[in-house]
């Protein structure tokens, strides 16, 4: 559960010169063929919608400066780089959480467009969470990872420390994969600290794909290979009797879910139904798209996506 984002590609469009031409792309994508939203209103019925809305006015751009900036979960302290635009008041932050044996670096390049809207982002890592990071992969599990980002929701929501430049009042949480049902959990567990959630292709099919490989509980191994990663049981124990659907239920804020039309890890489906169970929620389909975005149109359109719901839930200005 791997984000390909093409990095190289974005970081290009958005040095100095080529900001304005990715955002400019963006709002084109957001609105042509390959992208169609569909909308799950206050009562829970679904009713498909037209192509997904794009962003309003014109994008001004930023310039950002990079900071690392750590944070302590649980007794360890785990790096993240906060990405800061140049601005003289605070501003809201985005928390780009990556995927299953990724890293901060691969979801970097949405928290560097972010940042060149004039938004606050900032990518952590995870306990055991992939390449590099702090601690053992063998004990890592989705939980531990909620427990990590609900660290990083504290410390931001201090605005001291280093996160003097967060407007705690418009914490938004992004996800990709398993990030993006991290995400969800934590939303739904501190709803009154999440003015939004954002989900690309989020992993809500973990708990099928385990009881696919395994007949029971007991049956798991302490170590063992889940869709390519080194795990240990506590990732299956966690997960095994978990409904994640009945979770995230109550967080009753818009959400915006953003998936892949092909995607053959987490099929389509599990987003489909968590956009009904959602009170407010929008998801976008972006056709032909696998588990994670290539870069080009698909990244573009998923980004345009991004922005307009951010401006419709008021954390960006329209």
Known sequence: ??????????????????????LGAVAACASGPGSEAETAPPSGAASPGASAPAPQGTL??????????????????????????????????????????????????????????????YCPSFRGGGPGSVGDMTRMSVMTEVADLEAVLTAA??????????????????????GGEVSAVTAARHPEQVAGLVLWYPAFS??????????????????????????????????WDYDVYTEIAGYTAPVLIVHGSDDLVVPYRYSERARTTYPDAELVRIDGAGHGFDEGPQEQQALAATVSYLQRVGVMKA
């Open 206 to 239: 973990i708990t099928d794909t385990l009881h696919s490989l395994y007949t029971s509980l007991d049956a798991v191994p302490q170590d063992y290979s889940f869709l390519g990663c080194a795990l240990g049981r506590v990732y299956a124990q966690d997960m």
């Open 1 to 22: 559960m791997t984000s390909p984002t093409g990095r190289r590609a974005v970081l290009r469009a958005l040095g100095a010169t080529g900001a304005a031409t990715l």
């Open 157 to 178: 929501r201090t605005a001291t420390g280093g996160w003097e430049v967060v407007d705690p009042g418009r914490i938004v949480l992004l996800g990709q994969s398993q």
């Open 60 to 121: 001004p751009t930023y310039a950002y400066e990079t900071r690392d900036l750590d944070v302590t979960s649980q007794g360890q302290t785990l790096p993240g780089r906060l990405y800061v635009p140049a601005a003289d008041a605070a501003v809201p932050l985005v928390v780009c959480s990556h995927g299953l044996c990724s890293a901060p670096d691969d979801v970097a390049p949405v928290a560097q467009a972010l940042a060149r809207l004039g938004l606050a982002a």
